[in-house]
């Protein structure tokens, strides 16, 4: 939908959790019958299916890799985890005493030797400047440590705007990003924007909306999110969704009611693009960028 407001864009950053790594820990032989004990240091290497007590890491000779120090993948079952196959890591299952003892030296992609995620991290943009009229060419963020930085495909500017100087969209609060900025006649690709973060993370979610209630809207189906292994959607795609929002919608009239938010949960995303689809692609507001 082109319905458009005079308002500001920014730049984003990503957070990244560390533990230490005892560089003395060394990884016991794999032993020749999977052991269930929860306070066992048995290393289990080629298992799909972890057993009780047991967390999947992602092993490097030396506690070394390309990226980081060895790491946890999570407690997930089956299939070697992409991020750690990419980087020529073994994932193999230890106890969690293992786990805490070094073998998983940085709580990379959100999940700790217990098993458990980390704190979500939320990029509400509600620190950030407004961009006026001109936008900016980057919108940059960064909380609890994690940066994101964020720019459109083909390098026209994003915006930062206030939706809510008139309560229109009371969720989205003072700041949230728009993609007006761009050409007349962009393809849903170049149109994009592009989220990168500064270190990766295990799943990832942004909610959109339009204001809606304007001669010109359009429908602005399919709105989709991918998953990326690498910066600036590179590496592998680790996964998709994709989100209609169609004409019917919009925050003029439905306030809240209008957002729709797309979710991606896999682990090692180190970036991400959204675009939109109809005759305005991408045009469309941006908040709540949630990730783990």
Same mark, same amino acid.
């Given at each position: 939908? !082109?319905?458009?407001?005079?308002? =500001? ?12 790594? !005892? ?8 032993? #020749? ?22 967390? !999947? ?10 990226? %980081? ?21 073994? #994932?193999?299952?230890?106890? !969690? $005493?293992?786990? &805490? @003892?070094?073998?998983?030296?940085? &709580? ?15 990029? $509400? ?15 940059? %963020?960064?909380?609890? =440590? ?7 495909? @083909? =390098? ?27 050409? &007349? ?19 990832? %979610?942004?909610?959109?909306? @339009? ?23 590179? =590496? ?19 306030? &809240? ?31 709540? *960028?949630? *990730?783990?």
């Amino acid at each position: 939908m !082109r319905a458009l407001l005079t308002s =500001g864009g920014v730049v984003l950053v990503t957070t990244v959790f560390v533990v230490g790594c !005892r560089r003395e820990s060394s990884l016991p032989a794999a032993p #020749a019958a999977i052991s269930t004990s929860p306070s066992g240091t048995n290393a289990v290497v080629g298992q799909d299916v972890g057993q009780p007590g047991q967390i !999947r890491i992602c092993h490097f000779r030396g506690h070394e890799g390309p990226v %980081s120090h060895d790491f946890v993948t999570g407690v997930q079952q089956g299939e070697e985890p992409a991020v750690c196959n990419a980087e020529g890591g073994l #994932a193999m299952w230890v106890s !969690r $005493d293992a786990c &805490n @003892d070094g073998h998983a030296a940085i &709580n990379r992609l959100g999940t700790t030797c217990d098993g458990t995620q980390s704190a979500s991290i939320t990029f $509400d943009f509600e620190e950030l400047a407004l961009g006026g009229n001109s936008g900016f060419p980057a919108i940059i %963020s960064t909380k609890s =440590g994690l940066t994101l930085t964020v720019t459109r495909q @083909d =390098g026209s500017n994003i915006n930062i705007q206030n939706l809510n100087s008139t309560p229109t969209v009371p969720d989205f609060g003072s700041r949230n990003m728009s993609n007006f900025l761009g050409p &007349n006649g962009a393809t849903p690709s170049a149109a994009a924007l592009v989220l990168n973060f500064s270190a990766p993370v295990s799943s990832a %979610s942004i909610s959109f909306g @339009d204001l809606g209630g304007f001669q010109t809207d359009d429908d602005d189906s399919p709105v989709v999110l991918t998953a990326f292994s690498g910066p600036n959607h590179t =590496g592998t795609i680790l996964g998709s969704a994709s989100v209609n929002y169609p004409i019917s919608l919009g925050f003029t009239f439905q306030g &809240n009611g209008a957002i729709r938010t797309a979710t991606v949960n896999v682990a090692g995303i180190q970036s991400l693009t959204i675009s939109g689809g109809g005759p305005f692609p991408g045009t469309l507001y941006f908040d709540n *960028v949630i *990730v783990h």
